[in-house]
């Protein structure tokens, strides 16, 4: 999938130095930029992992490249990566967008949620395959992942059988650093992949 960026909505927090983008597809993206401060092959990882997270029916935004003009990135001036003290500009062409999920300005995602609200996630078991994914995949960063209100079966490719339900919603996000981000190795750590909120394993036996 390709998009054009058409709307520069607000840098992101984060290594990658990502920003949230609109785009001429009606969606909105958050975008890592191919010149980006960690590597251009954490776009590569980001690509790969998103193709194996959709094949394993396992919730992830849907991925796209996405195309930055010249002419958009000298009307946005604010488009630019921080390296110390100096501004690099971002280079123009096709770039790693990972959907946001619905219009940033009605839909509040969020990335973090306290323990009581982390029970009613109604896709919460996704967290058990996702760390299988991520030993598999040596991410060697922490499981990362955003959450929204809304309708399972719309949102989890695995529920598209299962009742109808209403609640938060995780998707797991953030892959730029499976094969060890731009080392492209194969580390292996007790606690890499792992989310930071160990309630998320409790069902395990």
Same mark, same amino acid.
Request: contains cysteine.
């Given at each position: 999938?390709?998009?054009? @960026?058409?709307? +520069?909505?607000?840098?992101?927090?984060?290594?990658?130095?990502?920003?949230?983008?609109?785009?001429?597809?009606?969606?909105?993206?958050?975008?890592?930029?191919?010149?980006? @401060?960690?590597?251009?092959?954490?776009?590569?990882?980001?690509?790969?992992?998103?193709?194996?997270?959709?094949?394993?029916?396992?919730?992830?935004?849907?991925?796209?490249?996405?195309?930055?003009?010249?002419?958009?990135?000298?009307?946005?001036?604010?488009?630019?990566?921080?390296?110390?003290?100096?501004? %690099?500009?971002?280079?123009?062409? /096709?770039?790693?967008?990972? /959907?946001?999920?619905?219009?940033?300005?009605?839909?509040?995602?969020?990335?973090?949620?306290?323990?009581?609200? +982390?029970?009613?996630?109604?896709?919460?078991?996704?967290?058990?395959?996702?760390?299988?994914?991520?030993?598999?995949?040596?991410?060697?960063?922490?499981?990362?992942?955003?959450?929204?209100?809304?309708?399972?079966?719309?949102?989890?490719?695995? @529920?598209?059988?299962?009742?109808?339900?209403?609640?938060?919603?995780?998707?797991?996000?953030?892959?730029?650093?499976?094969?060890?981000?731009?080392?492209?190795?194969?580390?292996?750590?007790?606690? %890499?992949?792992?989310?930071?909120?160990?309630?998320?394993? %409790?069902?395990?036996?």
């Amino acid at each position: 999938m390709r998009a054009n @960026a058409t709307r +520069l909505i607000r840098k992101m927090r984060g290594g990658s130095q990502a920003h949230l983008l609109e785009c001429d597809d009606g969606h909105f993206y958050v975008v890592k930029f191919r010149n980006n @401060a960690q590597h251009r092959r954490i776009l590569i990882n980001e690509w790969i992992a998103s193709v194996f997270l959709s094949y394993l029916q396992i919730s992830t935004p849907p991925a796209a490249i996405v195309s930055l003009s010249t002419a958009f990135l000298e009307a946005n001036p604010d488009i630019y990566i921080q390296l110390g003290s100096r501004h %690099q500009a971002v280079e123009p062409g /096709r770039h790693f967008g990972s /959907r946001y999920p619905g219009n940033p300005s009605n839909v509040m995602v969020y990335d973090f949620l306290p323990d009581a609200l +982390l029970d009613k996630v109604v896709n919460a078991a996704e967290f058990l395959g996702v760390l299988a994914f991520d030993k598999w995949m040596s991410n060697t960063d922490a499981r990362q992942s955003i959450f929204f209100r809304a309708g399972l079966r719309q949102w989890s490719p695995a @529920a598209s059988q299962s009742p109808p339900r209403a609640g938060f919603v995780a998707q797991m996000m953030d892959h730029g650093y499976v094969f060890d981000g731009p080392h492209w190795t194969f580390a292996d750590s007790p606690l %890499q992949g792992l989310y930071f909120r160990p309630s998320t394993y %409790q069902r395990v036996q």
